[in-house]
C-alpha cells in the first residue's frame, strides 16, 4: 500500500553541527511533502514544503531535498540549536486524489547534545 | 496568520463518558479539516477528513459511530468520542488547510484518558 516511510531511529548530533534527517515515500504520484517538527505534547509544526516539480528548497536554516527517482526526501538542518531537539515527520500528499489528505512518515527523533 | 486551537488541551474521564474536542481555525476558513490520532512515540494516524456541511470521511478501520465528526462551519469541527474506554486514551490532533490544496495547519492536540 501507499505509505510515507521511516525506520524510527534517533539521530544524535552535536550542537553547531548539520543534521540530515531522511525519509523514503512509495507512492510516485504524490505531488508535496511538507516536513514537520513536534517537540512533546504539541502539534506538529510546519518546517518546510516542497513541491513534485522542485529538487531543492531552502528556508531559514533548513533545506528540504527531493529526489523523485528512488523517491527519497531529507530535511537538513545547518548548525543545529538545542532548540531543534523534537521529532520530525515528513508527509506526502497526493493533490490528485481530491481528499488532501496527508500521509506521515513514522518520525525521527533528534536529540541536540550540548 | 493559519493558526488553529483545540480545546480542551487535555481531558480526564469515566469509563463510558462521552467527550467532545473542539477544532477551530481562528484566522482563516477552512472547508476542510483532518482528526489525526498519536501514540506515545508514533506516528499521527489519520482517523477521519471532516468536510463542512456533508458528513466525515472515515479511514478503514476508524468507528464512525464512535468517532463522531461534526463540521458545522467554516471555522469548527468537533470529535465527540462516545462511550469512551481506557483504550481510546491518546493525544488527538486537528489540522486544517489554509486552502483546498496547500499546507495542513495542526493544533495543539489534546491528551485524553480514560479511567
Known amino acids: 500500500g501507499e505509505s510515507v516511510g521511516l525506520h524510527l531511529p534517533t539521530l544524535s548530533v552535536q550542537e553547531g553541527d548539520n543534521s540530515i534527517i531522511n525519509c523514503a515515500y512509495s507512492n510516485s504520484a504524490s505531488d508535496y511533502f511538507i516536513w514537520y517538527k513536534q517537540e512533546s505534547g504539541k502539534g506538529p509544526q510546519f518546517i518546510i514544503d516542497?513541491?513534485?516539480?522542485?529538487d531543492k528548497r531552502q528556508g531559514q536554516r533548513v533545506t528540504v531535498l527531493l529526489n523523485k527517482t528512488v523517491k527519497h526526501l531529507s530535511l537538513q538542518i545547518a548548525a543545529t540549536q538545542p532548540g531543534d531537539s523534537a521529532v520530525y515527520f515528513c508527509?506526502?500528499?497526493?493533490?490528485?486524489?481530491?481528499?488532501?489528505?496527508?500521509?506521515f512518515g513514522t518520525g525521527t527523533r533528534l536529540k541536540v547534545l550540548a | 496568520g493559519a493558526v488553529v486551537s483545540q480545546h480542551p488541551s487535555r481531558v480526564i474521564c469515566k469509563s463510558g463518558t462521552s467527550v467532545k474536542i473542539e477544532c477551530r481555525s481562528l484566522d482563516f476558513q477552512a472547508t476542510t479539516m483532518f482528526w489525526y490520532r498519536q501514540f506515545p512515540k508514533k506516528s499521527l494516524m489519520l482517523m477521519a477528513t471532516?468536510?463542512?456541511?456533508?458528513?466525515?470521511?472515515?479511514e478503514q478501520g476508524v468507528e464512525k459511530d464512535k468517532f463522531l465528526i461534526n463540521h458545522a462551519s467554516l471555522t469548527l469541527s468537533t470529535l465527540t468520542v462516545t462511550s469512551a474506554h481506557p483504550e481510546d486514551s491518546s493525544f488527538y490532533i486537528c489540522?486544517?488547510?489554509?486552502?483546498?490544496?496547500?499546507?495542513?495547519?495542526f493544533g495543539p492536540g489534546t491528551r485524553l484518558l480514560v479511567l
Open positions: 471532516s468536510n463542512e456541511g456533508s458528513k466525515a470521511t472515515y
Open positions: 489540522s486544517a488547510n489554509l486552502v483546498s490544496f496547500g499546507t495542513q495547519y
Open positions: 516542497i513541491r513534485s516539480n522542485m
Open positions: 508527509a506526502e500528499n497526493m493533490g490528485t486524489s481530491g481528499t488532501y489528505k496527508y500521509i
